[in-house]
């Protein structure tokens, strides 16, 4: 019989009960074996639904569980560092969601502890590269077909922000993901950073500045431009266009198929009416999440992780903290990394 991967998962929000159904659901050789979460009734809610166990709220208690093989980290970011720590000292395989931590500093010691074992046992949530359409950018900035790239213009726009939200959250939770997908895209590491507050938007009244521009120069002199809205009011709005050379690349819209047609009551809509707009985060890169952890559990089960590494969890949060930390002084900060270990090449 093939292999069948136990996971243990800790975190029962919102993206922890959207990856325990895709576990269970759609990734062939793994399940989930047990829950845990901060909050013991929503893990035991999510056992029941799925009549597994459930630790409430003894998250080491699953990590140690003898009959858990993997874990999920999908808990609150500020966690996410001391769960990796604690599934490292048992020498277990471990996905943790994006961040890998709050700051660089954190991310030294998960590479240390892993340098320490010998060998890659975390895998970080960028699921973007497991998009049809960044794949795709990619292939066509990599085949060199349109030259070299040269810009990368951005945008990474949420409706709202849950309370306790605060305005380095728009660095360390939101734009995470472009800070990774960038240097992935073009193949190139960060030089400098710099975040700058523009004009606020009337959205923003809850004490968190709303949007933020995120400027980067890379090692090879590209530059890059982030605008960040964490509260647009409208939609999950994601945009990337890699200028190149010869020519550029954008990415698709989640809905390829465009409707030319009059749906009942045209003459009154207004133009942004007419075309859908995602408003939920977990839809939009649903089919890159599903492929995420199919591969992941495959490289697992083949007993070597391939996906993105706790060094590109680290080298995200690397450039984070210099963004945090220029933010209000307009100058550009060095984005300064610990050398890259052998493991990581
Ligand atoms: C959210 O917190 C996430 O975790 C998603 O990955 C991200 O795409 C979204 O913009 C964030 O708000």
Do not use: C, H, I, W
């Given at each position: 019989m093939d292999k069948v991967l136990k996971i243990g998962l800790i975190g029962c929000g919102a993206i922890g009960k959207d990856h325990c159904r895709r576990i269970i659901?759609?990734?062939?050789g793994a399940t989930v074996v047990a829950v845990a979460s901060n909050t013991a009734k929503s893990a035991d809610d999510l056992a029941a639904k799925y009549g597994i166990r459930s630790f409430g709220s003894d998250c080491n208690g699953l990590i140690a569980d003898?009959?858990?093989e993997a874990v999920v980290i999908t808990s609150i970011d500020s966690t996410h560092h001391d769960y990796v720590m604690e599934v490292l000292k048992h020498e277990k395989w471990c996905f943790c969601e994006k961040?890998?931590?709050?700051?660089a500093a954190d991310c030294e010691e998960i590479i240390a502890r892993e340098l320490e074992i010998g060998k890659r046992l975390v895998q970080v949530g960028f699921m973007r590269r497991y998009d049809r359409g960044y794949a795709e950018m990619k292939r066509i900035i990599d085949s060199g077909e349109i030259g070299a790239p040269l810009l990368i213009k951005a945008c990474h726009r949420n409706v709202s922000q849950g309370p306790g939200?605060?305005?380095e959250n728009g660095i360390t939770n939101v734009a995470i993901h472009e800070l990774d997908i960038c240097r992935w895209l073009l193949g190139d590491e960060y030089e400098d950073a710099q975040c700058v507050r523009v004009r606020?938007?009337?959205?923003?009244?809850?004490?968190?500045?709303?949007p933020q521009v995120v400027l980067l120069r890379t090692k090879k002199g590209c530059f890059i431009d982030v605008e960040v809205q964490v509260a647009d009011g409208y939609g999950y709005d994601i945009q990337c266009e890699v200028v190149c050379e010869n020519g550029t690349v954008k990415l698709p819209d989640p809905y390829a198929v465009v409707r030319r047609s009059r749906p009942a009551g045209w003459d009154s809509l207004k133009p942004a009416e007419c075309m859908p707009i995602m408003t939920d985060w977990k839809e939009r890169f649903i089919e890159a999440y599903d492929i995420e952890l199919c591969a992941w559990v495959d490289s697992v089960n083949k007993g070597k992780l391939t996906g993105p590494s706790a060094w590109d969890g680290y080298v995200a949060c690397v450039a984070g903290d210099a963004l945090n930390a220029s933010r209000g002084t307009s100058q550009f900060l060095k984005v300064q990394t610990i050398e890259k270990p052998e493991l990581y090449c």
């Open positions: 659901e759609k990734v062939p003898p009959e858990v961040p890998l931590s709050q700051n939200f605060q305005t606020q938007s009337a959205n923003s009244t809850k004490g968190y500045d709303n």
